[in-house]
């Protein structure tokens, strides 16, 4: 820590730094964010786990795509990479209004599905917002996970077959965990990725942390203010996600070059 | 162009798509027309930050590595949604503060402009971090054997460096360009009238959700197909000369 500091312009930087945050803090105006902090928090809990549940969804989702396009038989490995293609050729945001709003009409004008149990869900945007981020990741992640398991060494396989593990079990145990292993880093990236796109949501109307500061600047008419703590704040779940991950990749055994 | 069309019963999807009212198929393709010209814009923009920034990164001193290491890490770990929404407000305010400073009067540049500044400046970014790895792979004795020759910066860095990396780059900038046509959508948040801005003012105004959605999301998926074609082009001419190697670059 000290080192980095040592030469003379980082010291001359790490002023500069200092001093912006105290004008910001001193000159912009605060005010508000007393009355708005019980929002702001669950904001950030809506971010964390829309970022969370739909990443794992989405990898159980991409494992199965992944399989499909590295080990399967072609006519579930062609729906596989047409998926990938498709999701990876479209915005999110579009992916998400067709969700929302199409399939929402849809099942509007359908008295089936009004009259059914599942209206309230249905009516609701968060699972539209989940759906959306969980089929957007599974289309990046097939693709990763599609070279992870071609990226493992067929003569692990080889080897279980020869002591006659059965296949599920070769895969449980052998070839699920070399494969995850190899993407983690990836996973690692795509993670922040993932985190960096839910603010999207606030466009369906889910009040995620970026909803909530949009509330925060119709109500208050300020510009910067609420834009830049947000900006903070989601620099610090990055660099959080970043670390948790580090952390992850370092307690893993490896031996590869 | 942005016609309001009366709804007489009910209307065909593909009545709907038609070129001209009630369809909205010409508003569709200005739309894309739009995106097109922001993604061209904000890439060669990008580029242009992105080469200086590669370079800055790799051969420049300390204040210039330590600044380009504050943009590039600043921008990859803001969502690029509050990015543009910043950057939006700031540029718009610097650009009339700096006009007022020189004694003209306010401008107010169109949303295309703006457009192609905001996501350029974040296209930047990323474009520096795939350039800095391709400068990286370029062997280090071509550019010794260059500088031996007495070649200056810039001689090599046109005719040694910059060739050289093209085949190394292609596939990270490839990916960058189909992510800049997808980042243009997010411009619709902030109002600027691009493919899907398009799509959800003519699937408000008919409550034709679906139908508009899908077909924007073909037009989406037409051209990043066309783009992977390209590019793959892009990438066979720039391997021209190379000998073949198993596997590619990621």
């Known amino acids: ?257 | 162009m942005l016609t309001p069309v009366v709804l007489s019963g009910a209307v065909s999807s593909f009545d709907l798509l038609a070129w001209s009212s009630p369809g909205w198929g010409a508003t569709l393709v200005a739309g894309l027309w739009n995106t097109c010209l922001i993604a061209f814009g904000a890439y060669a923009l990008g580029l242009l930050i992105g080469v200086a920034g590669a370079f800055g990164k790799l051969y420049g001193g300390p204040v210039t590595r330590d600044c380009l290491g504050v943009y590039t890490t600043l921008v990859r770990a803001v969502p690029e949604l509050v990015l543009l929404l910043i950057m939006n407000f700031a540029v718009r305010d610097l650009i009339n503060q700096a006009m007022l400073a020189m004694g003209y009067g306010r401008v107010e540049l169109s949303g295309v402009a703006i457009g192609i500044i905001i996501l350029g400046v974040v296209q930047g970014a990323y474009s520096t971090e795939v350039l800095r790895g391709a400068i990286l792979s370029v062997p280090a004795g071509q550019i010794e054997a260059a500088r031996a020759m007495g070649m200056s910066p810039t001689l090599l860095a046109r005719r040694i460096t910059l060739p050289l990396m093209a085949a190394a780059a292609v596939p990270g900038l490839a990916n960058l360009w189909l992510t800049v046509t997808k980042d243009t959508a997010l411009l619709s948040v902030l109002g600027f009238i691009e493919l899907t801005k398009a799509t959800s003012l003519a699937a408000q105004t008919t409550k034709a959700f679906f139908t508009f959605y899908l077909a924007a999301g073909v037009l989406y998926l037409a051209l990043s197909l066309v783009s992977v074609v390209i590019f793959g082009r892009i990438e066979r001419w720039a391997r021209k000369g190379q000998r073949t190697m198993e596997g590619g670059a990621h």
């Open chain 1, 1 to 257: 820590m000290l080192d980095f500091l040592r030469p003379l312009h980082r010291q001359v930087m790490a002023v500069i730094v200092v001093l912006t945050i105290w004008a910001c803090a001193h000159y912009l105006n605060w005010d508000w964010l007393p009355q708005y902090r019980g929002e702001i928090i669950s904001g950030i809990w809506i971010t964390i786990w829309m970022t969370i549940a739909s990443m794992v969804l989405g990898m159980v989702l991409a494992t199965m795509l992944g399989l499909a396009q590295a080990a399967g038989p072609s006519w579930l490995a062609w729906p596989a990479r047409t998926y990938c293609t498709i999701i990876r050729g479209t915005p999110l945001l579009l992916q998400l209004y067709l969700l929302y709003y199409g399939l929402g009409a849809l099942f509007s004008t359908t008295p089936e599905i009004r009259q059914s149990i599942f209206w309230p869900i249905l009516k609701a945007a968060p699972p539209y917002g989940l759906l959306a981020l969980t089929l957007s990741v599974a289309g990046y992640e097939g693709e990763v996970m599609r070279g992870a398991f071609k990226g493992v060494p067929h003569g692990q396989l080889e080897a279980a077959r020869a002591m006659g593990v059965p296949r599920f079990t070769a895969f449980r145990r052998i070839w699920l965990p070399q494969a995850l292993h190899r993407a983690l880093p990836t996973i690692g990236g795509e993670t922040v990725l993932q985190m960096k796109s839910t603010p999207l949501l606030a466009m369906i109307t889910i009040m995620d942390l970026y909803g909530v500061m949009n509330r925060v600047r119709r109500d208050t008419l300020l510009t910067y203010e609420p834009l830049l703590l947000l900006a903070l704040i989601y620099m610090i779940l990055a660099g959080l996600l970043v670390l948790f991950f580090r952390w992850l990749e370092n307690r893993l055994p490896t031996r590869t070059a």
